[in-house]
């Protein structure tokens, strides 16, 4: 049922990180997990609350590395950008990984990337 989204998921648990790798879904965050990323939260879509926005700015100079679908329409592409824009206006240092064309988090992995590919994509990170 519709309901009002809540803050960042499983927050309590990153909140202490200097960096932190955002994603837009639950199976993301969960396959991230299981790869040994526990840094990361998941926003559940692409559209930042200001209880959200607020959890990443907790804490002055955090880099975030915001890793949306690879959208063939591009709207995680262009949500990525306008996040990064807000976070960089508000002190932060945000990157966007980029996936090979058509994979979120979860896809990569299903498809055979391992943690050190995933850190590949990071390290080519603006």
């Given at each position: 049922m519709p309901r009002p989204k809540g803050g960042l998921f499983a927050w309590d648990s990153v909140r202490c990180c200097s960096t932190v790798i955002l994603v837009e879904g639950l199976f993301d965050l969960a396959s991230l997990w299981q790869a040994g990323?526990?840094?990361?939260?998941?926003?559940?879509?692409?559209?930042?609350t200001p209880l959200q926005l607020a959890q990443l700015c907790d804490q002055p100079g955090r880099q975030i590395d915001i890793v949306f679908d690879q959208?063939?329409?591009?709207?995680?592409?262009?949500?990525?950008?306008?996040?990064a824009q807000r976070l960089r206006s508000a002190g932060l240092?945000?990157?966007?990984?980029?996936l090979p064309a058509a994979h979120d988090p979860n896809s990569f992995f299903c498809a055979g990337a391992t943690a050190a590919d995933f850190n590949r994509c990071r390290e080519q990170a603006r």
């Amino acid at each position: 049922m519709p309901r009002p989204k809540g803050g960042l998921f499983a927050w309590d648990s990153v909140r202490c990180c200097s960096t932190v790798i955002l994603v837009e879904g639950l199976f993301d965050l969960a396959s991230l997990w299981q790869a040994g990323f526990r840094n990361t939260t998941c926003a559940v879509g692409t559209h930042l609350t200001p209880l959200q926005l607020a959890q990443l700015c907790d804490q002055p100079g955090r880099q975030i590395d915001i890793v949306f679908d690879q959208d063939d329409n591009h709207a995680g592409q262009r949500a990525s950008h306008a996040l990064a824009q807000r976070l960089r206006s508000a002190g932060l240092d945000a990157r966007i990984v980029h996936l090979p064309a058509a994979h979120d988090p979860n896809s990569f992995f299903c498809a055979g990337a391992t943690a050190a590919d995933f850190n590949r994509c990071r390290e080519q990170a603006r």
